[in-house]
């Protein structure tokens, strides 16, 4: 099976800007989580889809939303770039949404805002 | 909130030796996961074990095992016959009953030949 994909791997964009950031699921996996990783904060989670559905999410300001197709394929959207924002986005997937279900990650999204 | 402390940012370790990575958390729950992450240099992020609070018995993984102390909420990683291919960041983690998982600051693991 293949991995967790996401695309793109690497981005460059200026302050005020909007991104959007695709993260496709192991095939099968129903579940979707986002998470940020900055040398300084280390790894926060963002939040959590299932079934298309937010379930969970992190304590980040509104600019951060995410959504989560039928085909359980996610996508975040930063809106109005900071330089902070500046990190790697992870996204993992597992099969349900269990307590305690092993996340299976992607190699993550390399963003840099200017 | 609970909390996730990894108090060794970097450790050494020489080939073929054994390392412990330390993790401590806070929580007032009694019902949870914990878990230990490997992500090597520019590679994915894998799950390396997890172990879950209502089990006594502590998880192992061939090379990999835990030392689990509910009362002392500690949680550390012991790699037996370390490997080359085991330097990477590991990150402790924590799932409890909001499902979010909370990770530690990470501890980088280097590997001397």
């Known amino acids: 099976k293949a991995g967790v994909t996401q695309t793109p791997r690497y981005l460059i964009k200026t302050r005020g800007q909007q991104v959007t950031l695709s993260c496709s699921p192991i095939?099968?996996?129903?579940?979707v989580s986002w998470y940020q990783q900055t040398p300084g904060q280390g790894l926060q989670f963002l939040f959590e889809?299932?079934?298309?559905?937010?379930?969970n999410k992190g304590n980040f300001p509104g600019r951060f939303s995410g959504r989560q197709f039928s085909n359980s394929r996610s996508e975040m959207n930063v809106s109005t770039l900071e330089l902070g924002d500046s990190a790697l986005y992870l996204c993992?997937?597992?099969?349900?949404?269990?307590?305690?279900?092993?996340?299976?990650f992607g190699p993550g999204t390399r963003l840099l805002v200017l | 909130a609970q909390t996730v402390t990894q108090s060794q940012p970097e450790m050494s370790v020489q080939e073929a030796e054994t390392v412990t990575l330390s993790c401590t958390y806070d929580?007032?729950?009694?019902?949870?996961?914990l878990f230990w992450y490997k992500q090597p240099p520019s590679r994915q992020m894998i799950l390396v074990i997890r172990?879950?609070?209502?089990?006594?018995q502590n998880a192992t993984e061939n090379r990999f095992s835990v030392n689990f102390q509910k009362a002392a909420k500690s949680f550390s990683l012991k790699i037996s016959d370390s490997q080359l291919g085991d330097a990477a960041m590991y990150f402790c983690?924590?799932?409890?009953?909001?499902?979010?998982?909370?990770f530690g600051k990470g501890t980088r693991l280097h590997i001397l030949p």
């Open positions: 983690a924590y799932t409890g009953r909001d499902d979010k998982i909370i």
């Open positions: 095939s099968g996996h129903r579940s």
């Open positions: 172990q879950e609070a209502y089990k006594q």
């Open positions: 929580t007032s729950e009694s019902d949870y996961y």
């Open positions: 889809y299932f079934s298309e559905t937010q379930r």
């Open positions: 993992a997937s597992s099969l349900v949404l269990t307590k305690g279900e092993t996340q299976y």
